[in-house]
């Protein structure tokens, strides 16, 4: 019999695996660059009509069957129909994303430590820096590395209670409370950044709402956010406690998930001032360059404010490579039988030679041996994931929910937890919008 999440214990893990690196670079800088409010309203509006739809469904296959994703698929498929177990292996999708993913923690880890020793104090000297690091600094990159993904699958190894529960349970009040110290820093100060940030990002400019590639922008962060498409939710709502109100759970989540966005977003633009009107860094020049660089101009309390900002980076991080993980070892542990320990070590082995890769694929006397058609392996995973495999995913889950599940079985038991209004607006966007605009963005993006 496994163990399950407490209703909290869910709460914060499922919010731990939505708020990760995507809410630290991806939500201010989209936020800041695409009209800043009106931005977070489209988001908004996206994530309650598509991504929470496809996330009640993903989590009600997993709440329904209480299975490994494959296993859940099979079992709530019609009689004579296993083939659509096979929808359960987008799980190996999850496992691509914390190949890369993990690395990117790992330098996070390694600016941390730095953050300790000084931080570069000029942007030119902070881009250098970052540049030697991931171009010729192997060591550190790999052994940064292997330090973040052993405590993710040391955690996923220990299990749904002992693990996964009691991590979230301390990183992620960890993560609020050094946010929230930046912010009051920052708010005292160094009011006119803060005062800075607060107009970069809550002015909204409705004028590039209607842009396509902002509705996909906001759409494709709205998915990545919510961890959808990848077995996470489903498997996370397999583990789900009988007495937790999922609509409810998923308020809480969604609630604090967009805060963490904002207020990450408040503590990187509160120091690194963009002028109005002008577009911010994305990505790692943002964080790694920029932001590392104006911490090192602080001296000492910015030696002290870069090492909260990386460990809370770390954490958000962390909280979000364990759901990735944690599908597979499921599976594992069901199907083939093989404990949680040792199909985590193998798990763990796999994708550390993904991740070796993507490092190699940055490495300067390796680079040009590990690039596909110009192209980084990092650019290609991360390329791939997002824009191919998880979109997909999303289609997978929501067409089996929505046409090939029978319809009581949902109704049965999202009626415990809302009205039956509700529920009928839910399947209706499930069954015809969700499909329509997942296809219609990929149609879209291959044109
Ligand atoms: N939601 C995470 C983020 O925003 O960084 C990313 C993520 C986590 C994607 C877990 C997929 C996943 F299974």
Redesign the pocket.
């Known amino acids: 019999m496994h163990k399950k999440f407490s209703k909290l214990g869910y709460i914060l893990a499922m919010a731990g695996?939505?708020?990760?690196?995507?809410?630290a670079w991806k939500f201010p800088t989209m936020t800041g660059n695409h009209g800043g409010f009106a931005f977070i309203f489209l988001y908004f509006v996206l994530t309650i009509l598509i991504a929470c739809v496809a996330f009640l469904a993903e989590a009600g296959i997993g709440r329904l069957s209480g299975k490994d994703t494959p296993k859940a698929l099979i079992e709530l498929a019609p009689k004579g129909q296993r083939f659509w177990g096979l929808g359960g292996f987008f799980m190996i999708t999850?496992l691509l994303?914390a190949s890369f993913y993990l690395v990117v923690i790992g330098w996070i880890l390694y600016y941390a430590c730095l953050s300790i020793a000084g931080l570069p104090a000029s942007t030119d000297e902070a881009g250098k820096l970052f540049d030697s690091l991931i171009k010729n600094n192997l060591t550190s990159v790999l052994s940064c590395y292997f330090a973040v993904l052993f405590i993710t699958f040391y955690t996923v190894s220990r299990g749904i209670k002992e693990g996964i529960e009691k991590l979230n349970f301390i990183l992620m009040p960890s993560l609020f409370i050094l946010l929230i110290v930046i912010l009051i820093y920052s708010f005292t100060f160094n009011s006119s950044g803060f005062s800075g940030a607060v107009s970069f990002i809550f002015t909204p400019d409705f004028s590039k709402i209607l842009d396509p590639e902002l509705i996909l922008a906001a759409m494709g962060l709205a998915l990545?956010?919510?961890?959808l498409g990848?077995g996470?939710v489903s498997t996370y709502g397999a583990s789900l406690g009988e007495d937790t109100n999922l609509f409810k759970s998923l308020l809480y989540i969604v609630g604090l998930n967009i805060c963490m966005g904002i207020l990450m977003g408040l503590v990187v633009f509160s120091f690194v001032q963009v002028a109005p009107g002008a577009s911010a860094n994305e990505g790692p020049g943002l964080i790694f360059v920029s932001l590392a660089s104006l911490f090192g101009e602080l001296g000492a309390v910015g030696s002290a404010l870069g090492f909260m900002f990386f460990i809370s980076l770390l954490f958000a991080g962390i909280t979000?490579a364990v759901?990735?993980i944690e599908p597979a070892v499921r599976y594992f542990e069901d199907e083939k039988g093989i404990s949680r320990i040792k199909s985590s070590a193998i798990l763990g082995v796999l994708v550390f030679g993904l991740g070796v890769l993507c490092v190699l694929s940055f490495y300067e006397p390796t680079k040009e041996s590990f690039a596909i058609f110009g192209k980084s392996i990092f650019d290609i995973l991360d390329y791939a994931t997002s824009n191919v495999l998880m979109p997909l995913g999303v289609l997978f889950f929501s067409i089996f929910a929505g046409w090939i599940m029978p319809k009581e079985r949902f109704y049965t038991l999202f009626l415990n937890y809302a009205p039956k209004f509700a529920v009928d607006i839910w399947y209706f966007i499930l069954r015809f919008i969700l499909p329509i605009l997942v296809v219609g963005i990929g149609i879209y993006r291959l044109n």
Do not use: E
């Open positions: 695996s939505a708020i990760g690196l995507g809410n999850a994303i990545f956010s919510l961890s990848v996470t979000s759901s990735m």
